[in-house]
């Protein structure tokens, strides 16, 4: 019987909540969810972005 190889494995999605116990984290999980915060991160503030033009643009039509 063939031994189950370790990347076939699903693999637990990376998640962080904030005030988490970090004390058994290691280095590499720590800087792989600073990663993965950062990218969050820029992904909400795209959104503001295009929210805020989205709310300029129809300010500017009804103010007409």
Request: glycine content about 2%.
């Amino acid at each position: 019987m063939p031994a189950i190889d370790e990347d076939d494995r699903p693999k637990k999605k990376i998640s962080h909540e904030i005030g988490q116990d970090l004390t058994l984290l290691s280095v590499a999980e720590l800087t792989e969810r600073i990663k993965l915060l950062r990218e969050e991160i820029t992904r909400l503030e795209a959104d503001i972005a295009r929210k805020q033009a989205t709310r300029s643009a129809a300010d500017a039509f009804f103010k007409k």
